[in-house]
């Protein structure tokens, strides 16, 4: 989508970080959500959040990809199943969508999605 396209632009990624990979998370912030706890709590998609992902990239499969993984696991799931994966300008993103990250309900910081 040319917004996205633009703003990734404007992030100067077409001429930054010498080995052409990053990895950008992505959280949905839905109505009467105020906090952390909040945003890494959602387990669900919006249609609207999925239609945003979309726009920012392609759905992959994780176990066995072979492209930039961005530090997420591709052989046993620990980081979940699914990802979103683009290239733009040369270069590799891989997106680490909270909601697509491992879910701990015993873990209201839910550290383990924090941390990717």
């Not at 998609?45 to 726009?55: C, D, I, K």
Request: glycine content about 10%; some cysteine.
């Amino acid at each position: 989508a040319p917004g996205i396209h633009e703003a990734v632009r404007r992030m100067d990624l077409c001429n930054t970080n010498m080995d052409g990979t990053y990895k950008f998370g992505v959280l949905p912030c839905y109505q009467g959500q105020a906090n952390e706890p909040d945003l890494y709590n959602n387990q669900e998609m919006s249609p609207a959040f999925a239609s945003f992902l979309e726009q920012l990239g392609t759905p992959v499969v994780l176990r066995g990809f072979d492209g930039f993984r961005g530090g997420l696991d591709v052989n046993s799931d620990l980081t979940g199943t699914q990802s979103v994966y683009t290239e733009f300008c040369g270069k590799r993103v891989m997106y680490h969508v909270s909601t697509m990250l491992p879910y701990d309900p015993l873990n209201t910081q839910q550290l383990h999605r924090k941390r990717h």
